[in-house]
């Protein structure tokens, strides 16, 4: 059965559907491993963001981060949905060019932007780049310079924060790689300097304190010490910020220990606190921006695999092994993330057991749910995966020359191939023989 909390329903056929499209049939018609997504659920998600700033009259930006899921077609979706989007790399910058993406709304991020990114930002004249250290702005300085240009600026700060999550999605806290340190002085330096070069409009702060955050706790007490810095340039400089960016990495449901923010409730109680905390030093309300990105696509997309080999160890574990895994869904090797997943030709029928989800990998460690209950399993049946919609297909790879998955949308009972499934001439396009 589906738990309530994952968004997709069965058919009078017993099969699970996404977008109204029986996935069953969807796995037969473009192949396993094979990403699916309904489209309604990202448009929904979306809304329930950029409605809300709306409803509430304030200036905001809701910045889709693209690194959660960046396609042309995903990209296209987020746009008409009002969006503005963060990018972290050319690849990233590329894909939102090729989709149309208005470059003004185009938000450049990363902890090591090359010479070559900066300057492909710059010359399509993107909103703002989160400058993240002194040698960026080095390179930045370089580019205007050459190329007589200007370019909105925000600066990249580690609060101090220690958000409870992850401790390799966690990146407020003061010993990080990303930003500059509020409290040592960097922030202070940095500013001074982006302020002081009149080709350089620099428009505020911005800080992400972690990912899949369910607690707003963190967020808030992000913002208060941004506000403390914004004081002290206001005092001192006379320093009014246009935009305080407080980043994103909102969670999602995976399983039923999940309890994620409501979404329209987060964005007021940000907003609300931003409005007191603006008000508290006598500057007018910034731009707020925020960066959901799972938040956005996670609980829209599902995994469908083919169930292949089955192993049985008596007193100890039932194993059912699939077509896909670490490959199509790193997650689980890389944080230990923990999934749900149903027969997708079977969803009506009653449990039997529990079984271990074996990935097709040569890795011990390539696991991908450890207890699911479903009902008795069979070689061919369809295995779907819920909440895969961020960092799946992103974080595809071809370890053992795996070609990386199909990716199908699916929205008011129609669906639509958006991504091919490599082949396996892909795989050696680009390799060279050695003679």
């Not at 010993?175 to 340190?181: L, M, T, V, W």
Request: proline fraction near 4%.
């Amino acid at each position: 059965m589906i738990p309530d909390y994952h968004p997709f329903n069965v058919n009078k056929a017993g099969h699970l559907e996404a977008g109204g499209v029986d996935v069953v049939e969807l796995a037969e018609t473009y192949g396993t491993p094979l990403y699916v997504y309904d489209v309604s659920i990202i448009r929904n998600n979306c809304r329930d963001f950029v409605r809300t700033f709306r409803e509430l009259g304030v200036r905001a930006q809701v910045a889709y981060a693209s690194k959660a899921f960046s396609t042309v077609a995903m990209l296209q979706v987020v746009n008409q949905e009002g969006m503005s989007l963060d990018v972290v790399s050319q690849g990233e910058l590329y894909t939102a060019l090729q989709a149309g993406f208005p470059v003004s709304k185009i938000h450049l991020h990363g902890n090591n932007k090359s010479l070559e990114e900066l300057t492909m930002a710059i010359e399509h004249g993107i909103g703002c780049i989160v400058v993240d250290n002194f040698y960026e702005i080095e390179l930045i300085e370089r580019i205007l310079q050459e190329k007589n240009k200007t370019v909105n600026v925000l600066m990249r700060v580690t609060p101090g924060i220690e958000s409870n999550t992850h401790h390799y999605i966690m990146t407020g806290n003061e010993d990080s790689k990303f930003g500059f340190n509020l409290s040592n002085g960097q922030a202070d330096q940095a500013f001074l300097r982006l302020r002081n070069n009149s080709s350089i409009q620099f428009k505020g702060l911005h800080s992400h304190i972690g990912s899949q955050l369910f607690e707003t706790e963190g967020l808030l007490l992000a913002a208060e010490l941004l506000f403390q810095k914004l004081d002290h340039w206001h005092i001192e400089y006379g320093f009014v910020p246009d935009v305080l960016n407080l980043g994103g990495g909102f969670g999602i449901r995976y399983t039923a220990e999940d309890e994620p923010l409501s979404y329209p409730s987060l964005v007021r109680e940000l907003t609300s606190a931003v409005k007191e905390q603006a008000a508290s030093i006598g500057i007018p309300t910034p731009e707020i921006w925020i960066e959901p990105g799972r938040a956005i696509a996670g609980n829209a997309g599902l995994t469908l695999y083919t169930v292949g080999s089955m192993k049985e160890i008596p007193g100890v574990r039932s194993y059912i092994s699939v077509d896909g895994g670490m490959t199509d869904n790193l997650r689980p090797a890389l944080y230990q993330a923990v999934y749900e997943g149903v027969l997708a030709n079977k969803v009506s029928q009653p449990d039997a057991g529990s079984v271990a989800v074996a990935g097709k990998c040569c890795e011990s460690g390539d696991m991908l749910i450890w207890d699911l209950p479903l009902p008795e399993v069979k070689p061919n049946d369809i295995l779907a995966v819920f909440s895969t919609g961020a960092y799946g297909y992103s974080m595809a790879n071809n370890y053992n020359r795996f070609p990386k998955p199909a990716v199908v949308f699916a929205e008011n009972g129609t669906a639509q191939q958006v991504v091919k499934r490599e082949t396996y001439h892909d795989l050696v396009k680009n390799d060279i023989s050695y003679e």
